[in-house]
């Protein structure tokens, strides 16, 4: 398995603009997270879905980030409209949970830069 | 609110010592604590995990060591190598199914 993969690796944005990162989870796996990791807040969990379904959103900073997973295979975060506060990088995470909390694989990672 | 304290935030050691990194967490129930490895631009990867059944748990070089009833739980690094300068951050887990992370602890092993 080519393990968990994000698109884009590198988003430099204005401002205003609207931002979509993407994550494709390990196959099999029925938990996903998104986390935003920064110097000043470390990793902060965002969202996590089980089987596609949106668990726990309390970690969204604001109505602005929104967050969706239409099939086992694919999840997005948006940003609209982006600030420069949101510079971070973003992590998606999957995990295949029995009996309980597991490892959590985490793809690469977006950097995303607002200008 | 559940938190997870880690100590120290930076950690500087000669090569062939021993590194420990220190971890508290506030909610009694968590029953999961993974620890993870992150080189620099890369994602975090885990490098060992123990559950609450259990107080200590090694590979290799690395161990891990949980006091339930302090809340308390480390990282034990021994025979350090330059390969291991990262940062390293626990975790505990909230619920069943996500964690909150410590602030990480930045390694350097000086050669």
């Known amino acids: 398995d080519a393990g968990v993969i994000q698109s884009p690796r590198h988003e430099v944005t204005e401002m205003g603009q609207e931002v979509t990162l993407r994550c494709k989870p390990i196959?099999?796996?029925?938990?996903l997270f998104w986390y935003r990791q920064t110097m000043m807040r470390g990793l902060e969990l965002l969202i996590y879905f089980n089987n596609n379904v949106p668990i726990d959103d309390s970690g969204m900073p604001e109505d602005r980030f929104s967050a969706k997973m239409p099939n086992a295979s694919f999840s997005t975060l948006k940003i609209q409209p982006s600030e420069p506060r949101d510079s971070a990088v973003y992590f998606c995470a999957s995990s295949l949970v029995s009996g309980g909390a597991g490892e959590q694989f985490f793809g690469p990672g977006t950097r995303l830069t607002v200008l | 609110g559940e938190n997870v304290e880690q100590h120290p935030s930076t950690l500087s050691v000669q090569e062939g010592d021993s590194a420990v990194i220190k971890c508290t967490y506030s909610?009694?129930?968590?029953?999961?604590f993974p620890w993870y490895k992150q080189e620099l631009g890369k994602r975090p990867q885990l490098i060992i995990d123990?559950?609450?059944?259990?107080g200590e748990k090694k590979d290799q070089r690395i161990a891990v060591t949980l006091n339930k009833t302090a809340k308390h739980f480390s990282l034990h690094i021994t025979e350090t190598q330059p390969e291991d300068s990262a940062v390293y951050f626990c975790a505990a887990s909230i619920g069943t199914y996500k964690y909150i992370f410590g602030t990480g602890t930045r390694l350097k092993v000086l050669a």
């Open positions: 909610d009694s129930a968590s029953n999961y």
């Open positions: 123990i559950r609450s059944n259990v």
């Open positions: 196959s099999g796996h029925d938990y």
